[in-house]
């Protein structure tokens, strides 16, 4: 059983900084692509930041050069340091991992996500 488990959500001023953590835990053998998605009322869900499974990074617009992904492997954790965060950033994040899993005799890859975590700005 894999389970990506998130932390550090809250509420905080406009101008201010959060990070966010998501864990990946279970009968892991490899993790692709993991990232963060977000999604604010009435919208659907938009991709936030992730890293392929190539290594690489992808940050969606409206957050480059104020957010940072970052993860450490030996954990399986991914991280998202998020500053000089705007109103609009408001959302329920989300964690995001492709992951190969051992079930039973077999490898499985599957698409997991996290419970969400809330992030509120207020202007």
């Known amino acids: 059983q894999v389970q990506l488990v998130e932390d550090g959500g809250g509420l905080v001023q406009a101008g201010g900084s959060l990070r966010l953590s998501c864990a990946a835990s279970?009968?892991?053998?490899?993790?692709?692509?993991m990232g963060w998605y977000r999604q604010a009322p009435g919208k659907q869900r938009e991709l936030v930041a992730r890293?392929?499974?190539?290594?690489?990074?992808n940050y969606a617009v409206s957050v480059k050069g104020r957010f940072t992904i970052s993860r450490d492997t030996a954990t399986n954790t991914v991280y998202l340091q998020m500053s000089s965060l705007k109103p609009e950033d408001t959302a329920v994040y989300y964690c995001?991992?492709?992951?190969?899993?051992?079930?039973?005799?077999?490898?499985?890859?599957?698409?997991?996500w996290g419970q969400g975590t809330q992030v509120t700005v207020s202007s």
């Open positions: 279970g009968s892991i053998v490899s993790i692709n692509a």
């Open positions: 890293f392929t499974s190539a290594g690489s990074t």
């Open positions: 995001n991992a492709g992951i190969i899993a051992k079930e039973s005799m077999r490898f499985v890859q599957r698409d997991y």
